[in-house]
C-alpha cells in the first residue's frame, strides 16, 4: 500500500509569483487536508477536500485555493506569494472526511520564498 | 476558539532518563487527541491517538494519557535514548469543528548520549 507522497520536495519562488504543490493521497482514501507549517511553529489547517469539493477552510485569504481530482490526488495553489508564505506544507489523506477517519500524513513541500 | 499549548518548548535530558510532555487545550468538547513526531524538516510521524472515551494510549516506551476535565495530555517517554531526538507534537480534534486537527506548537526534545 502506497502511502501519502507530495511533490516537489523543495522549491523557491520570488515573492508575487505563485506556486502549485500536489499531494497523491493513500490508496482508497478520498479526503485531503493541507496545512502550513511555519519554523517553529505547530502546522494550522488550510483547507480540506472530499470528493472534488472543498469542505472547510481555516484561516487562510483567497490566494490560497485548491483542487482535488477524480483519482483523488490534490493541489495547493498559492497566488501573489509573500514572505510570510515560505513554509513547510503538509497534505494528509483519510478514508472520509470527519472526526472518526485517522489522517496519514506525507513528507512535505518546504516552500521558500525570496 | 480552540487553543492547544504545549510546554516547554524545548527540552535537554541525559540519555536513561524518564520525561514528561505536556500539553493542555481549551475546549472540553475534544474529540480525540493525537500525539505525533517531527524529524527535522520532515513530515509527522503518529505514535498515539487517545479517544475521548479512553483515558491513555501506550505503544512500547511511550505512553499518553488524556484527562478532558483539566483540558491536559502528556506523552510519558521511558528510558529515553538519543534517536528519540525530535519535536514532538500534540493535536486535537473537536466536536463540530470538522476534520482538522489543532497542533500545538511542539515541544523539541534532545537526548544526550
Known amino acids: 500500500e502506497t502511502g501519502v507522497t507530495q511533490s516537489p520536495t523543495h522549491l523557491i519562488k520570488t515573492r508575487g509569483q505563485q506556486v502549485t504543490l500536489r499531494c497523491s493521497s493513500q490508496?482508497?482514501?478520498?479526503?485531503v487536508s493541507w496545512y502550513q507549517q511555519a519554523l517553529g511553529q505547530g502546522p494550522q489547517f488550510i483547507f480540506q477536500?472530499?470528493?472534488?469539493?472543498?469542505?472547510g477552510r481555516g484561516n487562510f485569504p483567497p490566494r490560497f485555493s485548491g483542487l482535488q481530482f477524480p483519482n483523488y490526488s490534490s493541489e495547493l495553489n498559492v497566488n501573489a506569494l509573500e514572505l510570510d508564505d515560505s513554509a513547510l506544507y503538509l497534505c494528509?489523506?483519510?478514508?472520509?472526511?470527519?472526526?472518526?477517519?485517522?489522517?496519514?500524513f506525507g513528507p512535505g513541500t518546504r516552500l521558500t520564498v525570496t | 476558539k480552540q487553543e492547544v499549548t504545549q510546554i516547554p518548548a524545548a527540552l535537554s535530558v541525559p540519555e536513561g532518563e524518564n520525561l514528561v510532555l505536556n500539553c493542555s487545550f481549551t475546549d472540553s468538547a475534544i474529540y480525540n487527541l493525537q500525539w505525533f513526531r517531527q524529524d527535522p524538516g520532515k513530515g509527522l510521524t503518529s505514535l498515539l491517538l487517545?479517544?475521548?472515551?479512553?483515558r491513555e494510549q501506550t505503544s512500547g516506551r511511550l505512553n499518553a494519557s488524556l484527562d478532558k476535565s483539566s483540558g491536559r495530555s502528556t506523552l510519558y517517554i521511558a528510558a529515553s535514548q538519543p534517536g528519540d531526538s525530535a519535536t514532538y507534537l500534540c493535536a486535537a480534534q473537536i466536536y463540530n469543528q470538522g476534520g482538522k486537527l489543532i497542533f500545538g506548537q511542539g515541544t523539541e526534545l534532545s537526548v544526550k548520549p
Open positions: 487517545i479517544q475521548s472515551s479512553q
Open positions: 494528509a489523506s483519510s478514508l472520509n472526511p470527519g472526526l472518526a477517519y485517522e489522517q496519514y
Open positions: 490508496s482508497g482514501h478520498n479526503t
Open positions: 477536500y472530499y470528493r472534488e469539493e472543498e469542505n
